[in-house]
């Protein structure tokens, strides 16, 4: 088979080194990929978002299915227009990505159907919906309404703060017109549950968690992640078995109810507070980094998944390794900021144990250099988490650049055996 993946990240680096291990797979083109996934892949420069391009592209070059890393790509209708002209491919309709690409619908589809998460309000006027965060305590979770790569959510201790973010989402504009929801704080530790779904089908994938502040001891401004590690070791399986029905499945069922049923990967991200399990948010695909971890624990190929999900066919029971894996995200000095891209890469090893997942690489005569915010994802795998975290941190310690940061402390509260 011939298969496109969409996406140039560490995500799709892992979809794509997933897909790699299929015996059903013979091809695999990635648009744009990166210096890391060029290794695997034929990468085609076309721009995840040139929906009629990677239209075209999948239909002179006989691809039989396209998998979709990026929510940007998912938003502009890609799965649509695919599926009018009859091509295989993995994703949900620009309809059904409203779930993540409007926190506002997530919210009013939570509270409809009884998914427990915290109580809000949403807001377009600056005025209004400052009154409404100054009138109560904070923290203050403010959460702009549309797509924003993982930074439009900010949890404010101070009214400072709070006032500082509804200007630049209602004001400013930061992230583009749109609105922004005002939701109740609500206090544990998160965690992610992807689910492979196709319309009312629902198969779990393993737990994982993220980090997604920049520096150690959960300090810094937010990050797209800088981090994660599978399994979790504080949910429960009665907890994750609670998670999977009462959320995931019953999430699935209430878009089929609206007429927006969902397929592909539906994330949750979720908490576990005092009160139970609350979802924080909904994602319409793969999580980043969360996938670097999860899928080098997939056993079942990754092909029959894709496909099988894609077609609206039943699957068979996905199968997981065992064993543990923990990924530590090397990046820009600067980011989530600005930062300088062109600093030289060397030393990245090649180890049993060990994979090495690109993010924002690039290949510059000849030589390995950062071209992103996230340049690396350093992943371990081991019988025990603590196994997994000192094979990942043994591998970033080898790898060598001018240029990059690492936290130094991803896994160490699931070992310390906090929350």
């Known amino acids: 088979?011939?298969?496109?993946?969409?996406?140039?990240?560490?995500?799709?680096?892992?979809?794509?080194?997933?897909?790699?291990?299929?015996?059903?797979?013979?091809?695999?083109?990635?648009?744009?990929?990166?210096?890391g996934i060029a290794h695997q892949a034929e990468t085609v420069p076309l721009k995840?978002?040139?929906?009629?391009?990677?239209?075209?592209?999948?239909?002179?070059?006989?691809?039989?299915?396209?998998?979709?890393?990026?929510?940007?790509?998912?938003?502009?209708?890609?799965?649509?227009?695919?599926?009018?002209?009859?091509?295989?491919?993995?994703?949900?309709?620009?309809?059904?990505?409203?779930?993540?690409?409007?926190?506002?619908?997530?919210?009013?589809?939570?509270?409809?159907?009884?998914?427990?998460?915290?109580?809000?309000?949403?807001?377009?006027?600056?005025?209004?919906?400052?009154?409404?965060?100054?009138?109560?305590?904070?923290?203050?979770?403010?959460?702009?309404?549309?797509?924003?790569?993982?930074?439009?959510?900010?949890?404010?201790?101070?009214?400072?703060?709070?006032?500082?973010?509804?200007?630049?989402?209602?004001?400013?504009?930061?992230?583009?017109?749109?609105?922004?929801?005002?939701?109740?704080?609500?206090?544990?530790?998160?965690?992610?549950?992807?689910?492979?779904?196709?319309?009312?089908?629902?198969?779990?994938?393993?737990?994982?968690?993220?980090?997604?502040?920049?520096?150690?001891?959960?300090?810094?401004?937010?990050?797209?992640?800088?981090?994660?590690?599978?399994?979790?070791?504080?949910?429960?399986e009665e907890e994750r078995e609670y998670a999977f029905e009462a959320i995931?499945?019953?999430?699935?069922?209430?878009?089929?109810?609206?007429?927006v049923p969902f397929t592909g990967v539906l994330y949750g991200g979720l908490m576990k507070t005092k009160d139970g399990i609350k979802v924080i948010e909904f994602n319409a695909r793969f999580g980043d980094p969360e996938t670097e971890v999860i899928l080098p624990r997939l056993r079942s190929d990754a092909y029959d998944i894709f496909a099988g999900v894609a077609e609206g066919r039943s699957i068979e029971e996905p199968e997981w390794d065992d064993r543990a894996a923990l990924g530590v995200v090397m990046a820009s000095e600067g980011y989530p900021g600005s930062y300088g891209k062109g600093f030289v890469i060397t030393g990245i090893p090649q180890e049993d144990n060990v994979t090495v997942y690109h993010m924002g690489t690039s290949e510059k005569e000849g030589r390995l250099v950062t071209s992103g915010g996230r340049v690396l994802m350093v992943v371990g795998r081991g019988e025990t988490l603590a196994q997994a975290r000192d094979r990942a941190y043994g591998a970033v310690s080898r790898i060598e650049c001018d240029n990059l940061f690492y936290r130094t402390d991803i896994g160490a509260c699931a070992l310390e055996r906090k929350e």
């Open 1 to 35: 088979m011939r298969v496109l993946v969409v996406g140039g990240g560490g995500r799709c680096h892992a979809i794509v080194d997933a897909l790699s291990r299929s015996g059903k797979v013979d091809k695999i083109f990635c648009a744009p990929g990166n210096a």
């Open 48 to 236: 995840d978002t040139d929906v009629e391009g990677l239209l075209g592209f999948a239909e002179t070059n006989s691809i039989d299915l396209t998998v979709v890393g990026p929510e940007a790509a998912l938003n502009a209708g890609i799965v649509d227009r695919f599926r009018e002209k009859g091509l295989r491919i993995f994703g949900p309709t620009a309809a059904a990505t409203k779930i993540e690409s409007s926190k506002e619908f997530a919210k009013e589809l939570m509270i409809k159907y009884g998914i427990p998460t915290a109580a809000y309000r949403s807001f377009d006027d600056y005025e209004a919906a400052r009154d409404y965060v100054f009138s109560r305590p904070v923290p203050a979770v403010l959460k702009y309404d549309g797509l924003a790569a993982g930074k439009g959510v900010v949890v404010a201790a101070t009214y400072e703060e709070a006032d500082e973010a509804l200007r630049g989402m209602l004001l400013d504009d930061r992230f583009g017109k749109g609105r922004v929801v005002v939701e109740d704080y609500l206090e544990g530790p998160e965690f992610s549950f992807m689910c492979f779904v196709s319309g009312g089908d629902v198969w779990p994938m393993p737990l994982a968690q993220d980090h997604k502040r920049a520096y150690d001891g959960n300090e810094g401004p937010n990050t797209g992640g800088m981090g994660a590690y599978s399994p979790v070791p504080f949910v429960t």
């Open 248 to 259: 995931m499945k019953k999430t699935a069922a209430a878009m089929v109810l609206e007429g």
